[in-house]
Every structure is written in structure tokens, then in C-alpha cells.
């Protein structure tokens, strides 16, 4: 009977408890914090206060995950979305490149005789039919966006 046997499992050293390397610097980040503003502050109400709000951040930051990603991650994808540009603008060449750039085609003879009726398939036969193809959909674009134009003419008289 065969096994199914998993791939791609990714595990992480735990250090302390449930908590990685990185989880326990955090930790201890949080700690330092926390007590640095005890002995600022001098008021146990506050310093509660404030303790109740970064402690459950912290803690929800180092283990939840949505879709398998770690909230810190998404919260940085947020961030980068609000606050950088959304528009692409495409800056292509204008020049009209030859077919030669784009295919590079080897055609390799069969060991077959022709005869006098059969065609002979060479790359430059095969670069004609493709630079025919091209002509034929830039006409057929071409016109169509001349119907477009045209009934976009009749729609705003």
C-alpha cells in the first residue's frame, strides 16, 4: 500500500514553548518596552492601559496568519498599497521590430522524398505565413476600431 508522503513542510526551531527565535525577540522587545515605560510613567493605571493595547498586538502579530501569510506581512502589503503609486504606464518601443526578433525557428528535414506538387516548409516560408498572419489581425483590429469609432459618433450625435 503506498504512502502518501508530504513535501514542502515547513517547520521553525521552536525555542521557548511555542515560540520561534524570532517570536522570542520579539517578546523580549516587548518586555523592555513594557518596562522601560513603567519606571517613565510612575502610574500603575496608565502603564495598564497602555500594557492591555501592545501586548495583545504583539501577541496577535506573532501567530495569526490569513491564507497562510503572517499578519505582519499583510499589514506591510497594506501599507505599500495605500500609500504608493497604482498606475502603470507602459513605455514600449514605437519602432516596428522585425519578425526575425521575436522567432527563431530551426526546421529540420524529414528523411522523406517530396514530390514535385508538395510545398518545401522552410523558416522563411514559416516567417512569411507568420508576417501575414500579423497584417491580417492588425487590419481586422484596425477596422474594428473604426466601427467602434463609428458607433461611438453615432451615439453622441
Known sequence: ??????????????????????????????GAVLGLLWFLLNNFAIWIMIAIIIV???LVSMFAKIN?????????????????????????????????????IKVYAKKTTTTETEEKITSA????????????????QKTTNNEQGIKNKKYLE
Open 1 to 30: 500500500m503506498p504512502y502518501i508522503i508530504p513535501h514542502f513542510v515547513e517547520t521553525k526551531q521552536k525555542v521557548w514553548g511555542p515560540f520561534t527565535f524570532a517570536n522570542f525577540i520579539i517578546l523580549i522587545g516587548v
Open 68 to 104: 497562510g501569510q503572517p499578519i505582519t506581512k499583510i499589514t506591510i502589503y497594506f501599507f505599500r498599497y495605500l500609500f504608493l503609486g497604482k498606475k502603470y504606464t507602459w513605455f514600449g518601443s514605437t519602432k516596428k521590430q522585425s519578425i526575425d526578433e521575436f522567432v527563431n
Open 56 to 58: 495583545p498586538l504583539t
Open 125 to 140: 516560408s514559416i516567417k512569411k505565413d507568420i508576417e501575414k498572419l500579423g497584417d491580417m489581425l492588425d487590419n481586422q
